[in-house]
Nanobody, 115 residues
């Protein structure tokens, strides 16, 4: 059974920083990429950033220059360093893994940015 465990969410003031972590456990192999998505109040889930097993990185335009994604293939982990946070970054952040065995999601971690 595959599990993704996220941590690092919380409440922060605008302009502050948070670091999210996600660790995958269980029988998961052939990881194509890992990424972070978010879903704000009344909004659809959207891609924030992703990193492939080969190191290719994509960011949503709204977070470029403020967020940094990194990964550790050996630990099957992915991280999201978020800086210069804005109230519009408030959302539940989800970790996702795409692999040859299917796609897996974490349970989500709440990030709230106060103005």
């Amino acid at each position: 059974q595959v599990q993704l465990v996220e941590s690092g969410g919380g409440l922060v003031q605008a302009g502050g920083s948070l670091r999210l972590s996600c660790a995958a456990s269980g029988m998961i192999f052939s990881i194509y990429d890992m990424g972070w998505y978010r879903q704000g109040p009344g909004k659809q889930r959207e891609l924030v950033a992703s990193i492939s097993s080969g190191g290719n990185i994509n960011y949503a335009d709204s977070v470029k220059g403020r967020f940094t994604i990194s990964g550790d293939n050996a630990k099957k982990s992915v991280y999201l360093q978020m800086s210069s946070l804005k109230p519009e970054d408030t959302a539940v952040y989800y970790c996702k893994v795409r692999s040859g065995y299917g796609n897996f999601w974490g349970q989500g971690t709440q990030v709230t940015v106060s103005s």
